[in-house]
C-alpha cells in the first residue's frame, strides 16, 4: 500500500524516512543563483555558476546587473498619454545557500536603482528579499519551516501592472510576509504516519493597504504500507484569516476520512466524507457545519498517475481531477480543484466610478488638482473552481513550455463571479554554444463582475550570451498591450532592453 501522494510528498518534505546513520556533509544540492534577468535571460550563467560551486560547504553567489531599457510607454498609460522614457538600472543581487544535515537555508536578495532620463522624480530603489529555511530540531521528529519575502505586489488587476520595474505603473505596494510553521512527524505503527502543523503568516503592506494574518493547524494520519490493500487518510485543517481593518475573522475548515482499496496493482478505489466550513450569502460563516462526500480512483504506474473525484459540497456538486505523465523529454499535467478562498488583493476604484469628479478646484488659489483612486478591500469569500494545464518539452537544444489556465470565482455573498483565463508559451532554443534565443508569447481574459471585459496580450524575444563562466550579455525586445470595453484602460507598450551581467 504506498501514501496518497499528498501525503507522500509531505514525508518526502519532512525527512521522515531519512536514515539515522553519521550526519551527511553538506552539499549544494536543491540550492539556486536567482539572478535579475530569470528565464527570459537565460544564458546557462546560473548553472554554470552553481556548478562551478559544487564541492563548497555553502553558496555565496553575488552578482551586478547593468540594464538599459528604452520604452515608449514608461507608465503603462492609454495612447493618448503616454510618455516615453530611457530607464537605467543598477541591479546589484546576492543568493547565499546551505544544505546540511539539519537545517537548508536559501536566500535571495536584490536592490534594483532605477534613474529616469526625462523624469528624475521617479528615480527609487526598490528591494526584494525571499529566504526561506527548514530546520531539524529533533531527527526524524521535529521540524519548523521559517520564511521571509519582501516584494512590490500589484495592488489591483484593474489597473496597469507589470513585472519589469523600470514600468512606473502607480500600482504596486511594497509588502513584507513573514512566516513560521513547526511540524511533528509520528509513526504511530498499525495506525499509520502522521503529520501534526502549526502555522502563522503575517503580511504587512505600504500605501495604508490593511495588512493580513493568516494562522493554520492541520493534523494528517496516513495508513502503513502493511495495511494495502486497504488504505485510510484522516484529515482536519482550520485556518483563521484576520485583517487590520475589520474585527471579524474568516474561517476554512475541513475534516475527512478518506478510505481506499487497491483492485490492482495500479488502480485503487476511493472514498471520503467530511465535513466543512460553510460562506453564507449573508456573510456569516457556519463552522464544519456543512457535510460533504466525494468518490473517486487512482491510479498510478512508473510514468503515470490519475486521480479524480466526484461529490457534492454546499455549493453543489464537485469535481477533481489530477493527471501526470512523465517521459524522458515530455512531462505534461493537467488539474482541476474547486477551493474555498478569500482574496489577498485590493480594488482600486476611479472617482469616476464612485460618481465623484475626476479634478477638483481649490477655491482660494483656483489651482486643479486631480483626484486620485481609492484602495478598496476586495474581502469577500468565494469558490474558486481552476483548471490548469503545463507541458514541458526538451530536446538537447531546445526547452518548450506551455501552460493555460481557466479560473472562476463564484462570490458567496454577492452571488455573482469573476472569470480569468489565459495561456503562455515559452521558448529557450540554444542557437550556439554559448547563445540562447528565447521567445515568449502570452494572452489573458479577464472578466471582471461589474461587466467590465480585459483583455491582456504579451510577446518577446530575447538573446542571452554566456561570455565567460562569470559573465552574460542580452538584448529583448517587447510588446504588450491591454484593451478593455470600459474606456480608458487600454494601453499599448513596446520597449527595448540591453543589459550585461558579471558573477563574482
Known sequence: MSLAPAAQAQAQQTGAEAPSGPPVRPTLSGCRVALPGGADMDSGLAGQYLEDSQGAPFLVAPSLTLRQTYTDNVTLAPDSDKESDFVTQLIPSLSLCRVGPRLRTQVDYQATANYYWNDQDRNDIYHTLNADSTATLVRNRLFVDLGALYEQQTISNRGAFADDLALDTGNRSDAITLRASPYLVQDLGPLGNSVTRVGVRRTVYDEDIPNITRQSGSFQLVS????????????????????????RSQYFDNAFLELGYRLTGRLQLIGRGGAETESRAD???????????????????????IEARYGRRFFGDTYFAAITRRGSRLTS??????????????VVLSPEDLGLPSQIVDPDTGEVFDLPGFIVEDNEVFVSKRATANTTYRTGRSTIRLTAFHDRREFQVAEDEEERYGADAYWRWQWLPRTAVIPRVSWERIDFRDDRSDTIRGARISLAHLIGRKTQAGATIRRQERTSNESGNDYTENAIILEATRMF
Open 224 to 247: 502503513p504500507e502493511a495495511a494495502d490493500p486497504v488504505s485510510w487518510l484522516a484529515s482536519v485543517q482550520s485556518e483563521r484569516v484576520e485583517r487590520s481593518n475589520i474585527d
Open 283 to 305: 456573510g456569516t460563516q457556519d463552522r464544519f457545519g456543512a457535510e460533504y462526500w466525494e468518490a473517486g480512483f487512482r491510479w498510478t504506474d512508473v510514468r503515470t498517475s
Open 333 to 346: 499535467s493537467l488539474s482541476y480543484r474547486e477551493t474555498q478562498q478569500i482574496s489577498d488583493r485590493f
